[in-house]
């Protein structure tokens, strides 16, 4: 095989790959060019036969782990509380208290809505603009409903087991 034959064959495979995958502008320049060369292949006696590439190349790309992942806010604001519990000197077993006192009434969700009593936010504050004192983005801010919750808890139970406590009681703090 000389290597005009080659180059043409290469050309006409690479075309014919493009057009079967959908092609572009680009592709139908080139299988334009390709035809010319075959016209004057032809013209010249030589016929031109396009091969067609059939195995596909792949090469793995090893997956990048993500820079950053995000904590979910539920996280996020459980972590936060718990900061907030061991600053004012409280045992692990006054956030589990906390714990399993907001996870049953808001399920740490900062936009939680009671509309029966219209209680608001992780700690269901009622009226839910009470915890404006503290902040006044309230509405939006986890962390400024759980301080409001946490003064709230030691003003009233002086602890958050003491809450949970009237919780089980009562079923409301």
């Given at each position: 095989?000389?290597?005009?034959?080659?180059?043409?064959?290469?050309?006409?495979?690479?075309?014919?790959?493009?057009?079967?995958?959908?092609?572009?502008?680009?592709?139908w320049?080139d299988?334009?060019?390709a035809?010319e060369?075959?016209?004057?292949?032809?013209?010249?006696?030589?016929?031109?036969?396009?091969?067609?590439?059939?195995?596909?190349?792949?090469?793995?790309?090893?997956?990048?782990?993500?820079r950053f992942?995000?904590?979910?806010?539920?996280?996020?604001?459980?972590?936060y509380?718990?900061?907030?519990?061991?600053?004012r000197?409280?045992s692990?077993?006054?956030?589990?208290?906390?714990?399993?006192?907001?996870?049953r009434?808001?399920?740490?969700?900062?936009?939680?809505?009671?509309p029966?009593?219209?209680?608001?936010g992780?700690?269901?504050a009622?009226?839910g603009?009470?915890?404006g004192?503290?902040?006044?983005?309230?509405?939006f801010?986890?962390?400024?409903q759980?301080?409001?919750?946490?003064?709230?808890?030691?003003g009233?139970?002086?602890s958050?087991?003491?809450?949970?406590?009237?919780f089980?009681?009562h079923?409301?703090?």
């Open positions: 095989m000389d290597s005009k034959r080659v180059l043409r064959n290469t050309v006409a495979a690479v075309i014919a790959a493009t057009v079967t995958a959908g092609g572009s502008e680009m592709a320049a299988e334009q060019a035809r060369v075959a016209g004057k292949t032809e013209q010249a006696g030589e016929s031109v036969r396009p091969v067609i590439h059939v195995g596909v190349w792949t090469t793995p790309a090893a997956a990048r782990p993500p992942r995000r904590v979910p806010a539920k996280l996020r604001s459980k972590a509380a718990f900061r907030l519990v061991t600053r000197a409280w692990g077993e006054q956030f589990q208290c906390l714990d399993s006192l907001w996870t009434e808001s399920n740490w969700n900062h936009k939680a809505y009671n029966g009593s219209g209680a608001y992780i700690p269901q009622l009226p603009r009470k915890m004192y503290v902040a006044g983005d309230w509405r801010n986890p962390q400024t759980i301080r409001w919750g946490l003064r709230y808890i030691k009233r139970y002086g958050p087991c003491g809450a949970w406590g009237h089980r009681a079923n409301w703090y």
